[in-house]
């Protein structure tokens, strides 16, 4: 089939490989001519700007979004409504909130235009060599576009989850859990760190990462980071937070879920990011007031 | 190899079935009859007590335990010192606890029997065709029983961990990691269940498990829970723990190691096993006395 | 002063007869007219309408919302608009979000109406013997009508706070420690409650309202709750949570603040509110899968 | 009353002054002979050791300790055994674990000397002019000392709680309250200050110390440490555990109950006195893995 893809950062370069591997054409833009360039000479038909892409496609049209959530896309669909025609289709596979994508989806229907967001999973290996999708849209128009998936997919890597902000939101869900996993993981290996015995990290890791019930791609991961430095010593404990883990919890608090542990997963990441925490400040002093216990100073 | 083994529950009988494909001679023993039955009918040779065991293996000696921790492994070591002697070996397989085990090693090591604690993981699946194993004990004996783990593991699925406690203290760690991704996971479908979407729970856990950040065994088993009982209808939330979560947040505590995501999702299994709390009743009631706020009547 | 007082649910009756009590004169109107005739009854100038209520105010005319948030807000505020005229005030004493106090601020203001975001704590009682509350909006405006707040708190009980949002938003956060110290007290009471001693708890708590570290308002209602009900038989710990608690976590989402004590705190009151959850129901299905851990049926 | 008070720390001396105050007579010891002096010269008797504290007691003999729980406690008790007799009385106010202190009143119950324990509550303040104390031993015997309690606590500030234990297992729940509470205070002005608005934080702890549901001790400490340090810019948030929270979270997790919150404060003391935590380091480094999000070095 032939894409026209928009963002050539990590995701969508190697997306754009994994497409032409398996036979399909893409046209590709980004705001960046050195990143248009460089897929180009891996065989992509490169554009110079949105409409430029746009004219290069056959009707009906397939538009994929590789690009960061929020502003970027909103803008990049602004750009798109008077470009494209009725019957078009717009992939949005970044990281958006579902409520984004629900609003951009009534909005593209009116005129026509078919939205699917798309929560991608699997990392920069994943999209390079086979992906992980959930999938909302239009349950009849996802079959006209259900073999672009099929094939940068790896076997059994994609779903189609319903309605328009479906697949936003269960990859939303997905970094939720994937917070908790990843802070269990952590935790375990502090335990082990700050334990009586004397491990070999990495050699942990690679057992668990083989027939143990915690063995999966981030075990494995976890062995591999050990490999290149056994103790972490060359890299600081502070952990980002890139909207999805906080968003979950924001979800569970509307729908009054209970998820204490994706919660403290993505508390324990701000606090990562704090050198000092007022919170401890305030503790700190209170002990000092009541039991004289000497505080230490900033 | 020739093996006593004592214990023939589910992992167990399991264990025996997997050392005997590859080939070992499998001496078994159960306090219940049927059990050693059941496994002889399989091939190995039935023993009627402990001592009997014994007396049908030719020294060195390798007794491997497969029973609950606690008592039943204290009984079962008593029980094998005047029947066991030196040069002979004691592998203990069940989920002990690390400082059990230790005292285990340094009684026998009197006596000139060596012992290895074992931390087996994979479940019944894994002990039939290709466990995990985390194993502590002496480095050069340990060479002499390799080939037991290495033939009913999975491929690089052991691993040495040092000095005896450190099999059991690896073990216990990999379960509190267990217990905050099965929260972790647990929360995220919560999350999809009172969502705005409609989500098929087992195309979901299908999709996360091939390709995703967080594919791995308890995705899989999650997809086939929910093939089987699509809403979980016919099962209650009631999450027991077995002591090695508990143990993890002990031990965290006694290193002063930060683990909030595991102590949360043990406290959590608690809460599960309660109908109602106390905790939930002192707050209701607060509120009714400060706000007014109706309680609603046990 | 001359207040007219909107909402005399628990809350407003009370403070209506607090005012009263300093001298103040009450223009009081609700919807449901038996609150008016009750509050008239003991003094209180009774309207009949919204229009009424505005009517019998003097100019500078001052207007005080004890109603709940969200919509009953916002369509009062929508009804006084063309009713009040600049110079006047409006006193939104509910709790409301902080966000939504800023945007009615700035929409006032284009009518040179003055409004302030009152958080009120301290319960029924203290609205009628003396309240504690957080005042934000015009600095020197607030000098005008400080008196009704001196005069219907608790000495040292009333704290300016800064432009409008800032009392709603302290309120918010007052709230959110509520619902963490009030969980604190729950799970002690609990450990008491399990642990192998038979405490009179009503006697614990009247303890450790006189002297110790944890004195407070909170302790000295739960004795008050034990006296009442020693063991709590009569109430279900089910908890509920009205808004702030939430609005905390929210907004430490927004800024990145580490609140996990809170955070779990609320989750609490979402597990409290379920008779079975979801996530247990995955966590239990998946220890059946693997390990053949019996489940319990639904 | 006369009484033999061992320990002359700040809390120790706190309570000689507070007894004397009161009428008793102090025979007094510790192993710093400063303070005996200090002590001496605010009217107390002073002892050069235990044996001669002993000896200048009148049978039955009342012993105070007021040292460190653990190995002083039991190096005390050791030495006291062969001085006391039958009938006398060791009062045991640390803060001592109470399953040591049942072992205590088990062993002294065979030599007929009646042992207390006493959880202390209130700080050196209260020490001095009111203290809180929860007491537990032989419930006739208490009545003999029952007079030094009510005139060292504040009014209604002691409570009997039963056999032997029952004072150490309350002030452990006590102080794990504590460590909830002051968690809770602590992220609730964390999000103040965070937030969008600049507050007084001494005004706003002022505030809700007076007429607010979150009134209490700890309140007012909060408003006594902003108004010595504004911003508390000169103390490092580093929160030490002195014990019995983490005693509350391994009764906890004895007796199956779910204390979530209280275990989360106490894990944030253990993160606060790290600069940096394992846990995060694996974290970073599994992001880095699959996002190649870049991490930041150590």
């Not at 992980?132 to 849209?137: K, L, N, P, Q, R």
């Not at 790896?154 to 269960?170: K, M, W």
Request: charged share 20%; hydrophobic share 40%.
């Amino acid at each position: 089939m032939q894409v026209g893809l928009i963002g050539l950062g990590k995701m969508g370069h190697n997306l754009a490989l994994n497409m032409m591997d398996h036979g399909h054409q893409v046209v590709a833009y980004d705001l960046h001519k050195a990143a248009v360039d460089a897929v180009a000479k891996d065989g992509a038909t490169p554009a110079s700007s949105v409409s430029d892409l746009v004219s290069k496609l056959t009707p009906p049209r397939i538009v994929w979004l590789m690009v960061p959530h929020g502003k970027p896309v909103d803008n990049l669909i602004d750009q798109l409504k008077p470009l494209l025609q009725s019957g078009d289709i717009i992939i949005e596979g970044g990281n958006s909130h579902y409520k984004d994508s629900i609003r951009h989806a009534e909005d593209l229907k009116k005129l026509g235009i078919h939205f699917f967001d798309v929560g991608t999973s699997g990392g920069m290996e994943g999209a390079r060599h086979g992906a992980c999708y959930m999938i909302g849209g239009d349950p009849e128009v996802f079959k006209t576009i259900e073999p672009l998936f099929r094939d940068t997919a790896v076997p059994n890597g994609y779903v189609y989850t319903g309605r328009a902000g479906s697949g936003h939101f269960a990859k939303m869900v997905h970094n939720g859990i994937e917070y908790g996993m990843m802070a269990a993981i952590g935790e375990g290996f502090e335990v082990l760190e700050k334990g009586p015995f004397d491990y070999n990290f990495a050699e942990i890791a690679r057992c668990w990462s083989n027939g143990s019930v915690i063995r999966g791609w981030l075990m494995e991961l976890a062995e591999k980071s050990f490999r290149e430095d056994p103790r972490l010593d060359k890299i600081k404990g502070v952990v980002h937070a890139s909207g999805e883990g906080q968003w979950t919890v924001q979800e569970a608090l509307e729908v009054e879920a209970a998820v204490p542990v994706i919660a403290t997963s993505v508390m324990m990441r701000y606090r990562s990011m704090q050198d000092d925490s007022f919170s401890g400040k305030v503790q700190a002093a209170l002990r000092n007031e009541f039991g004289g216990h000497a505080v230490e100073h900033a």
